[in-house]
T-cell receptor, first 109, second 115 residues
Framework: AQRVTQPEKLLSVFKGAPVELKCNYS??????LFWYVQYSRQRLQLLLR??SRESIKGFTADLNKGETSFHLKKPFAQEEDSAMYYC???????????FGSGTRLSIRP | DTAVSQTPKYLVTQMGNDKSIKCEQN?????MYWYKQDSKKFLKIMFS???????INETVPNRFSPKSPDKAHLNLHINSLELGDSAVYFC??????????????FGPGTRLLVL
């Protein structure tokens, strides 16, 4: 069965510190992995997807098939990074997207 | 020029009432979705339509009935509202890319409060 696990409900770090939001998945084939972000009172929006191999707002995520992980990282956190982050998985083209339970990232000044 | 729009933004109603939430996208996408985000911020898919046809129907009470009059619109009607229906409902759309359904574009959400 498809599953996305985000083990941390809340992650609080100081401004300038490195950030890592964990995401593990369960899927038998080759999935598409995404990170979505929801800033306070705003709509959910795509942050990045593994297939693009981009760095968005300083964030990167590498798909590790051996560990079935897609952790989101940023070397130096900024206050504007405070938001809710969702890891998501899509299997075959006809399947739905499964979202993790989300991690609230709080950046302390 | 809003990509995915929902109305209303806020909805406060009494238990037992029937209400509808509307969603429109002007992105030319062929797939639309309804998600429910509960008080713990857990996001779960409810329905998905592709070119006006229902393709995903999760375990949702049949008090919830989606309707897609055309591929740019997906409305959600809820009968006999219950307290547990209080949540934020997000509409989303995506297009069919070379690798299947691509990035989801979300609406601003509708905050439903059932009293």
């Amino acid at each position: 069965a498809q599953r996305v696990t985000q083990p941390e409900k809340l992650l609080s770090v100081f401004k300038g510190a490195p950030v890592e939001l964990k995401c593990n998945y369960s899927y038998s084939g080759s999935p598409e992995l995404f990170w979505y972000v929801q800033y306070s009172r705003q709509r959910l929006q795509l942050l990045l997807r593994h297939i693009s191999r981009e760095s968005i707002k300083g964030f990167t995520a590498d798909l590790n098939k051996g560990e079935t992980s897609f952790h989101l990282k940023k070397p130096f956190a900024q206050e504007e990074d405070s938001a809710m982050y969702y890891c998501a998985l899509q299997g075959s083209s006809a399947s739905k997207i499964i979202f993790g339970s989300g991690t609230r990232l709080s950046i302390r000044p | 020029d809003t990509a995915v729009s929902q109305t209303p933004k806020y909805l406060v109603t009494q238990m037992g009432n029937d209400k509808s939430i509307k969603c429109e996208q002007n992105l030319g996408h062929d797939t639309m979705y309804w998600y429910k985000q509960d008080s713990k911020k857990f996001l779960k898919i409810m329905f998905s339509y592709n070119n006006k046809e229902l393709i995903i129907n999760e375990t949702v009470p049949n008090r919830f009935s989606p309707k897609s009059p055309d591929k740019a619109h997906l409305n959600l009607h809820i009968n006999s509202l219950e307290l547990g229906d209080s949540a934020v409902y997000f509409c989303a759309s995506s297009y069919e890319g070379a690798r299947g359904r691509e990035t989801q574009y979300f609406g601003p959400g509708t905050r439903l409060l059932v009293l």
